[in-house]
């Protein structure tokens, strides 16, 4: 990129950052969560309606993206180079920001299930945990060459898996963490393994999974996860 275009570049760059409202909408994504626009209406101070037009042009300049599911739509930044710049502006500017704090129930908040598959902290942390040890694809959730050894020696029949008339793996988006967990067949297969195990057990007339301690401990010796008592 020459020097004119690139000035350019970073003049558009600080716009979309520099009105007030936009910049309040950014920092409330910088914690990795994504929200929905009437989530970001309210901490930007203005208008779903203003929302809306704020939240395009940061699309347009490539600072947020947007994450359909289901009727719903939800904002997240771009990557993680824009979280470094916010975050470089941040010790220029000095001071610091608060951080998002869930209000979902704390029982419902470390695992629950998600349809048929498991939601909450611990889900979250299991889905970061399977692409950082290489057994999912990031972006494609395809099963990686380790991952079919790995998922083999939980039980999982990945073939059977795949055939099922559902989709096979994807990002779920977590409502209480706003970060995703896996979702599809695949999750489906593993919360299974979970509650055939023994590792969680599941409430009968509710949403919530119950951690065991044997859970606690396979969650970390297979995976890495480590889930504090709730």
């Not at 347009?60 to 979280?83: C, D, I, N």
């Not at 029982?107 to 889905?127: E, K, N, P």
């Not at 057990?201 to 709730?230: C, H, K, P, W, Y």
Request: some cysteine; overall charge positive; aromatic content about 6%.
């Amino acid at each position: 990129m020459d020097a004119k275009n690139l000035d350019a570049a970073v003049s558009r760059i600080a716009t979309a950052i520099g009105e007030p409202a936009r910049t309040r909408m950014l920092y409330c994504l910088l914690d990795g969560r994504a929200r929905t626009s009437t989530e970001l209406a309210i901490a930007a101070h203005v208008t779903p309606a203003t929302a809306s037009v704020h939240l395009n042009r940061l699309k347009s300049a490539e600072l947020v993206k947007v994450f359909a599911q289901g009727k719903h739509r939800y904002y997240s930044l771009e990557g993680p180079r824009v979280a470094r710049m916010l975050e470089g502006l941040s010790v220029f500017a000095g001071g610091t920001r608060d951080k998002f704090v869930p209000n979902t129930p704390s029982r419902l908040r470390v695992a629950r299930t998600c349809y048929d598959h498991m939601a909450g902290t611990a889900a979250v942390a299991l889905h970061d945990r399977l692409q950082a040890l290489g057994w999912l694809s990031a972006g494609a959730y395809t099963v990686t060459p380790d991952g079919q050894k790995a998922f083999a020696r939980l039980g999982i029949d990945l073939d059977a898996t795949q055939l099922l008339r559902r989709r096979f793996a994807y990002a779920c988006l977590d409502w209480s963490e706003r970060r995703p967990h896996l979702g599809g067949a695949l999750g489906a297969a593993l919360l299974g393994v979970a509650l055939k195990r023994k590792w969680m057990t599941q409430d009968l007339e509710g949403r919530a999974l119950g951690i065991t301690n044997l859970g606690r401990r396979e969650m970390l010796d297979r995976f890495g996860v480590q889930i504090s008592q709730s």
